[in-house]
């Protein structure tokens, strides 16, 4: 795992990471919703910690192979939630405990120096780990309004 950053959290809040994406990253706490665990998610990225991306992607859709190459430069840049604010006044018309969720983002990063933009519509799913256990959520898949160079 790298060193995390002393500023505020990869993910954008200003809070700092310890007290941000850090404890779900650590295993110390779980995401309680669906645009958190996304936001822990970018963290790792940021981090390259594979073990906790690969903890967080639904067992039906998780890849066999690496999800983060460690030969490849890439700089992550900030990130940016598109449908917060449409997501809590969708649910504010909706029960507390809702069990499927979207996140509509744009990840910022740099590939060997060449900008590029990740737009990604997430699909999560909140379900028990294990038969009786607690529910988490999941990252399953994602569509791509979007893709390109900036």
């Not at 993910?11 to 669906?34: E, M, V, W």
């Not at 967080?56 to 190459?69: A, E, G, K, L, Y």
């Amino acid at each position: 795992m790298l060193t995390p950053p002393t500023s505020g959290c990869p993910c954008g809040s200003n809070l700092p990471i310890l007290r941000c994406c850090g404890p779900y990253i650590a295993g110390a706490a779980l995401p309680p919703t669906a645009e958190a665990l996304m936001r822990s998610r970018y963290t790792a990225y940021v981090m390259q910690v594979e073990d906790y991306l690969r903890a967080t992607w639904h067992p039906s859709t998780r890849p066999i192979d690496p999800i983060i190459d460690k030969n490849e430069k890439i700089q992550w840049l900030g990130l940016e939630i598109k449908s917060a604010l449409r997501l809590r006044q969708r649910k504010a018309d909706l029960p507390e405990q809702i069990d499927q969720d979207t996140v509509e983002f744009v990840a910022r990063f740099r590939v060997n120096g060449r900008a590029q933009r990740l737009h990604e519509i997430s699909n999560f799913v909140r379900e028990p780990e294990t038969p009786g256990g607690v529910p988490r959520w999941f990252y399953v898949d994602g569509s791509f309004p979007e893709q390109g160079t900036k």
